[in-house]
């Protein structure tokens, strides 16, 4: 099969590097119409950021003269009085094309010059490109350079005669001392390293102007580079044959004038563009390791032509394709041969997605082996996947090869799996041995399932030193419990696989046996092995949990699980959370889902919401919209369930405070079942533990659900009104909470005049007990306090209060807040700020109002949380004095800095967000704020 049909993605673009008679220019696509005012306003919030760059703009490859003339002239800018007095009419020569590009470069510095190759590509052909490279941009640089060294010793001379008059030493040390003057002289200080020369002065008088000029020319062959470096990514590819074989000849006549590995850098990197590989070669064999960037000696490097070559000075050199952009052009260059070194890049690369599917542009098996091996790194995981289900074809023989090497076995089991459930067990039929089918589809390879409990001989391996096997519950399989002999078969199928991969034994086991008895089994398993330390090698006991648990184990492992990270077993509760999703139950879902809205600890509280994210992604759900489908309903009809107890009949239920209630066959409530007996038999034991079960889960489900709830309130979030009266209304445990508050609903983008609440017997009613009929195609929410006007919410509390309802959260007495007009006309909430309060306090208090910490920096340390409001689409950014992970003070004292709001619903980074003017930020947003802020400070 040839590179080409390997390769059908790879763009013209990705093939610049490749030398062929049949070379392909890149095409640039249609321009798209020039609007003036977007253009501004994403210049706006980019030049917001410390780090600004061209490159951080959505400049597009094919742009009209108009829009090339703005982003040119724009770059240089540094605010908006600038911006509004550009001259977009006007004509510009190359002499001014020349001059701003030598601006950009002194106010932004070479990155940005780079940048710039795509703008100067619609304004100038490739031959005054050219010439502005070699010659014309740099001599106007140096110009440059010398004017303003020239402005600024007259500047100093005349506001300070001291200077003038001074000596060769003492101006020397003026010049350090009098640049924190330039300001106020309004001179222009020079970057980096111009101005630490410009401000040096050699031992003589004339030495200072014989520096300056060196200096100066040090810093045009950078920006030389820099321009050059701009041709090559963003002109040369797209020049036609006749344009192209013109440079090739120029700098193949400018190289021609210098001895070997002489000329400067930027001919060379010019001379890569144009493949003049027979020029370029002498030059890449006398690169060091260390000379010019990663990106740039790889690039003289891909001009070599030749693979051989190629690849023997990319291991000389250390490189590898670095980002989704390289590794497309590795493989246009190198082809088949180019998988492995391609795979080594993931591991700094930021943008996962693209470079999966650059790795994915040769489609052959050896490629979906090696981004199978992605799917253990966390960063990559979902990526990976995502392209392996895209080409199962790929993916499956490669997934079976690795399972029958037991290389990678989890991730190659579960990618089988998948491949099987979207319809392609055929294929995994075709690829995978009859022992990784039996994984696969959890069956055994041949004869009964289960003969193998009675072929069962005696247990092979080490003995486990901390089982009782005797001590544990019994395992029922068709009616009668296995034996010891059995039991210990059971067992040792269970040590045989892991969570992902477990041996085919154990789904006849999960088939086969009791559901109620395996689940106290596995937990009283596990229970052993925590007692007897939790030793590393054992841990297929917690897996066991995953693999026949119930709501039982959830319950229960959810438990552990809060106090496994405050242990330093933040590793054993990632394995638990992967237990939870195993077990797959609505009570196991609804832990899940618990712990990723509280929970202290903020890492494993992502990696809980991530793995609802996986689930609702698989069920083509939101987040929130899975958590309302798996609230456990605890086995209740009409809010009551049997219970039987020493032949006694017991009725369980839930009132409207989501307390348990325990009535007696004559209808009598009980505060809790008789006490034990002696004698008393298996089936009473299990009607013990089943109310006690049941007490657990409802106290967890009414913990997550009030919460849910308030959280909904305050962003806002609406339900679909099949969804309201199907999932809330309807439901047994939530319909009871849901009955304590007041509700409004949306029709067509606008609230409705009418509020309501739920009655008892299932009826929508208005403050004035009539009826409600919601609209079919709208939402419903409920309401703030601030969407009430007085006379309404005084009506609501009184009827609440005539029925006696108790609400489960603060919410018709919600304490709100409201800004002035002096501070609305500002972009923070300062009115919090400088007030010290102790660090663990802060941040304790900021976790329980749902608060999200910030990114940590480098140094582990972070300055903000973040809050999300859905239905107004921001995210508010709560600011703090410093915080080290790990590292919380309890004498230390901290305070608010301000709390600003920002588009989108992530967790931002302030550093380059663009604040949102308070006087646009709805009223709820704001008070709920400064309800958290008054909460924190106490």
């Known amino acids: 099969m040839s590179d080409s049909e390997l390769m059908p993605d790879l763009t013209a673009y990705d093939r610049r590097w490749v030398q062929s008679a049949k070379r392909v220019p890149a095409t640039r696509g249609i321009a798209r119409p020039f609007d003036h005012a977007a253009l501004v306003q994403y210049w706006r919030e980019a030049a917001a950021g410390p780090a ?16 090339a003339v703005f982003w040119l002239l724009a770059a240089s800018c540094r605010s908006e009085d600038e911006m509004r007095a550009l001259g977009l009419d006007r004509s510009l020569s190359f002499e001014d094309v020349v001059d701003e590009v030598v601006r950009i470069n002194h106010r932004r510095g070479e990155s940005a010059a780079a940048d710039t190759g795509r703008v100067l590509a619609h304004l100038l052909d490739a031959r005054a490109l050219l010439e502005m490279i070699e010659d014309e941009a740099g001599d106007a640089f140096v110009s440059a350079a010398m004017r303003r060294a020239e402005a600024e010793d007259e500047a100093l001379s005349t506001r300070f005669p001291a200077f003038r008059d001074a000596d060769a030493d003492t101006r020397q040390v003026l010049r350090w001392q009098l640049p924190a003057a330039l300001p106020e002289l309004r001179i222009e200080p020079p970057r980096g390293t111009l101005l630490r020369a410009l401000l040096a002065v050699d031992e003589h008088p004339a030495g200072g102007l014989a520096r300056r000029i060196i200096a100066a020319q040090h810093r045009r062959a950078d920006l030389q580079y820099a321009l050059a470096t701009g041709f090559c990514n963003d002109v040369a590819p797209y020049l036609e044959a006749d344009e192209f074989a013109a440079g090739a000849a120029r700098i193949r006549c400018a190289l021609g004038r210098y001895e070997p590995v002489s000329a400067p850098a930027h001919l060379y990197h010019l001379a890569a563009a144009f493949h003049l590989s027979d020029l370029v070669e002498p030059f890449v064999a006398a690169i060091a390791q260390e000379r010019f960037g990663h990106r740039d000696r790889q690039h003289f490097v891909y001009a070599l032509g030749s693979r051989e070559r190629i690849a023997a000075e990319m291991a000389r050199l250390g490189l590898r394709p670095y980002g989704a952009q390289d590794v497309r052009e590795w493989f246009a260059l190198m082809g088949r041969q180019g998988i492995p070194a391609a795979f080594a890049a993931p591991a700094t690369l930021t943008d996962v997605a693209d470079l999966v599917d650059a790795l994915g542009s040769v489609r052959v098996v050896e490629t979906a082996t090696a981004i199978l091996a992605l799917t253990v790194i966390r960063d990559f995981e979902q990526d990976a996947k995502a392209w392996l289900d895209r080409y199962p074809e790929l993916a499956v023989p490669a997934a079976a090869a690795a399972a029958e090497k037991r290389t990678r076995r989890d991730a190659a089991i579960d990618t089988l799996k998948r491949a099987s459930a979207n319809g392609h067990a055929a294929l995994v039929e075709t690829y995978a041995s009859p022992a990784v089918r039996a994984i696969v589809f959890g069956v055994p390879a041949a004869g009964d399932e289960l003969s193998w409990l009675d072929e069962a001989g005696p247990a092979r ?4 030193r901390w089982l009782y096997a005797d001590a544990l519950p019994p395992l029922v399989i068709d009616g009668p419990a296995l034996d010891e002999r059995q039991v210990d078969a059971a067992i040792g199928a269970l040590r045989a696989g892991t969570l992902i991969a477990p041996d085919p034994r154990v789904a006849a086991l999960r088939r086969r046996a009791s559901a109620a008895h395996a689940d106290r089994f596995v937990l009283a398993l596990a229970r052993q092995w925590l007692r007897a330390g939790a030793s590393a090698p054992d841990k297929w006991t917690l897996y066991a949990v995953g693999l026949l648990g119930g709501d039982e184990s959830a319950t229960a492992l959810a438990a552990y699980i809060r106090q496994w990270p405050g242990e330093s077993q933040h590793a054993r509760a990632v394995i638990g959370l992967d237990c939870l999703r195993a077990i797959g139950s609505d009570v196991a ?11 202290p600890f903020a890492a494993l509280k992502k990696r809980a919401g991530e793995r609802l994210e996986e689930i609702a992604r698989e069920r083509g759900l939101t987040r929130d919209r899975l958590e309302d489908r798996v609230v456990p309903t605890l086995d209740l009809v009409d809010g009551e369930r049997p219970l039987t107890l020493r032949g006694a009949a017991y009725v369980v239920g839930v009132n409207d405070a989501l307390k348990p209630l325990l009535r007696d066959a004559s209808g009598k409530t009980l505060r809790d079942l008789p006490k034990r007996a002696d004698g008393e038999s298996d089936e009473d034991v299990a009607a013990r533990a089943e109310w006690k079960l049941f007490k657990k889960q409802l106290r967890d489900v009414a913990s997550v659900q009030v919460g849910r709830l308030e959280a909904a309130m305050v962003s806002q979030r609406s339900w679909f009104t099949d969804e309201f009266v199907t999932l809330l209304v309807a439901h047994p445990i939530v319909g009871r909470l849901a009955r304590r508050l007041v509700w409004t609903a949306d029709s067509a983008g606008e609230r409705s005049a009418v509020t309501f609440r739920i009655r008892g017997d299932g009826d929508l009613v208005d403050v004035h007990d009539a009826v409600v009929t919601l609209p079919s195609a709208g939402t419903v929410r409920v309401v703030h306090r601030l969407e009430l006007a007085e006379r309404d919410l005084d009506a609501w509390e009184a009827r609440l209060a005539a029925a006696a309802i108790e609400q489960p959260f603060r919410q018709l007495d919600r304490v709100t807040y409201r800004l002035d007009d002096i501070e609305r006309a500002t972009d923070a909430i300062r009115r919090f700020d400088a007030t010290p309060i102790a ?28 809050k999300r409001f859905e239905k107004a689409g921001l995210t508010a950014v ?49 008070s709920e704020v400064c309800a958290d802020c008054a909460f924190v400070l106490g």
């Open 52 to 67: 600004w760059r061209p490159a951080s703009f959505p400049i597009p490859v094919s742009m009209s003269r108009a829009e």
């Open 461 to 464: 391996g080490k003995p486990i």
């Open 589 to 599: 879902l609804m832990q899940i889902a618990g712990l990723a809205q509280k929970l």
């Open 839 to 866: 660090e663990p306090v802060m941040l304790a208090r900021l976790r329980a109002r749902s608060w999200e910490r910030g990114t940590p920096g480098d140094g582990g340390g972070y300055t903000h949380h973040a």
């Open 878 to 926: 709560l600011q703090h004095d410093l915080v080290i992970i790990g590292f919380v003070q309890p004498d230390a004292r901290i305070a608010i800095a301000g709390c600003m709001f920002l588009r989108g619903r992530d967790i931002p980074d302030p550093t380059f967000g663009q604040p949102i003017p308070l006087r646009d930020v709805p009223e709820v947003p704001i």
